[in-house]
């Protein structure tokens, strides 16, 4: 099955600067992959995705990259807010797999005022 | 995010007991999933179900049972309860759609004692 890794474990980023969460995932047949923020104590919200059919997606402050060559994709949250601070996780999935998702093991992302 | 319910939220059981967690969704989703959530190990799969009547093992099934007799409803029983089974459960769905946007229901946290 899928396999997806995700880098770093925890990240402390000065409000303004930008962060960075990379993950791999092992199965070129996986074609879709959201990125969810988990706020302590809260459900995953969706706050991005990309198909594979895609390179590069933003909105706003946040964006991700995907590099189908290198199994590997990644979140950029730009001018970083107290407010992004959160658990973020990455996931992928494949077609004809219902849906199924495979997590990464989740970024603690803390944005120091 | 308030279309997708869980019940109850909090529970303390003991180990050997029978407990089921409710999961309820108004949208009419086909797909409907059960996580767990551990500090370290991310979201892994319980059990997902395509639609009504049909229900397949995820990650990490053992020790738990679902059913599926009505689309908006999809319950997790834990036929005997053990400590290890202590950790906060997900539910979600999807609508299976081109994005395949999984919504989360706001969790349930069990502690086995």
């Known amino acids: 099955g899928e396999n997806v890794e995700q880098h770093p474990s925890t990240l402390s980023v000065q409000e303004g600067d930008s962060a960075v969460i990379k993950c791999t995932y092992s199965?070129?047949?996986?074609?879709?992959f959201p990125w969810y923020k988990q706020e302590l104590g809260k459900r995953p919200q969706l706050i991005i995705d990309?198909?594979?059919?895609?390179g590069e997606k933003k909105d706003q402050r946040i964006a991700v990259t995907l590099n189908k060559t290198a199994k590997h994709f990644s979140l950029h949250i730009t001018e970083t807010q107290p407010e992004d601070s959160a658990v973020y996780f990455c996931?992928?999935?494949?077609?004809?797999?219902?849906?199924?998702?495979?997590f990464g093991s989740g970024t603690q992302l803390t944005v120091l005022p | 995010d308030a279309g997708i319910t869980q019940s109850p939220r909090y529970k303390i059981t003991e180990t050997g007991r029978q407990v089921t967690l409710m999961c309820h969704q108004t949208?009419?989703?086909?797909?409907m999933f059960w996580y767990r959530q551990d500090l370290g190990h991310g979201l892994r799969l319980i059990y997902y179900?395509?639609?009504?009547?049909?229900?397949d093992k995820g990650e990490v099934p053992d020790g738990y049972v679902v059913s599926r007799s009505k689309t908006e409803n999809f319950p997790l029983t834990l036929e005997s309860a053990t400590r290890s089974q202590t950790s906060v459960y997900f539910c979600?769905?999807?609508?299976?759609?081109?994005?395949?946007?999984?919504?989360f229901g706001p969790g349930t946290r069990l502690l086995v004692l």
């Open positions: 979600a769905s999807t609508s299976g759609g081109a994005m395949e946007t999984q919504y």
């Open positions: 199965d070129s047949a996986s074609n879709y």
């Open positions: 990309i198909r594979s059919n895609v």
């Open positions: 996931a992928a999935s494949m077609a004809g797999s219902a849906r199924q998702l495979t």
């Open positions: 949208w009419s989703h086909s797909y």
């Open positions: 179900s395509a639609a009504a009547d049909i229900t």
